[in-house]
């Protein structure tokens, strides 16, 4: 089993404390952490701090987790693909999702609907430049070039790469199922060993209808990990799942909500959500079980957190995404460690 961390987020860029991060990242590098992941969400954007990260480490894999596709054309994720995996040295992962439609619709002021189609078409694009052919394509949200008009398909002046892996962040059944066919990796959340098949089951059998197996996919998922006395722990970290099942996606669509129910906690989730929604927070925190958030993440003293690695290795998961706690940036690193011990 491989370990990877994260930077960025919904709250990034908020307290300015970009520098910080990249020190964490160099450190971790140094450690021998697999790879790091920048996410854009609604704060920083993924590749601007990627491309910094990548000239102040040395091995460690740089990976987007994720680049919204409605943020972009396929043709410029592409060359940006390209572009990061020329500076970097081949160490770039691009790292897909199709987000929400609250961020799709509210912030980028793009339809959300047929989020799979538009992935898969993204995809074929994308895998089109990677190879070096010219970006001819009709699809039913992208066509290149544009009919009608005075465009022509072009290939990329930049020299093609097969190389670059494509991960997917997916939640639901029939996004999980392209991931196994046509994916690198799968870039999970909502996850616990415990309900595992609630992902990996449909990952495998678009795996294998696509004469693959699940042991071509790379499955990286994690959570938070804390050492110490697990009931304070486990306080600190109800809000954030709250958040989560109430609010990361609108009333009708939170995939998010509908994996964890999926997952053995369909109760839970809909009165989390419902408590939410209609703006009683701090029930919805309350509701949250101290089963779900330990389930959820890698917490307690040595033995506690050594037996969830074990749980998410034997559960099928190839790279642990940790999040370590601690009050200051030692302390964060002084959790890696003890976690990259371990494994």
Sequence with gaps: MKVSIAVGGAASGARRDFEDQVEFVVAADRMGVGTVWTAEAWGQDAIAPLAFIAARTKQIKLGTGIMQISARTPSMTAMTALTMAAISNDRFILGLGASGPQVVEGLQGRPFAGPLTRMKETVDIIRLAFAGEKLAYQGKYHQLPLPGGEGKALRLSQPGNLNIPIYLATLGPKTLEYTGAA???????????????????????????????????????????????????????????????????????????????RGGWSQVAEEVQRLWVSGDRQAAINHVPARMVEEANLLGDEDQVRARVKAYRDAGVNTLRVQPMGATQAERLATLERVMDMI
Aim: no cysteine; glycine share 14%; charged share 20%.
């Design 183 to 261: 994916a690198d990796g799968w870039l999970g959340t909502s996850f616990t060993p415990e309900h595992a098949d609630a992902h990996l089951d449909h990952i495998r059998k678009g795996a294998e209808a696509a004469g693959r197996s699940l042991a071509d996919i790379n499955i990286e998922v994690g959570g938070v990990v804390g050492f110490g006395p697990i009931e304070p722990m486990i306080e600190a970290l109800k809000p954030g799942v709250a958040f989560t099942l109430g609010a990361m996606g609108s009333a009708k669509t939170n995939f998010y909500n509908e994996a964890f129910r």
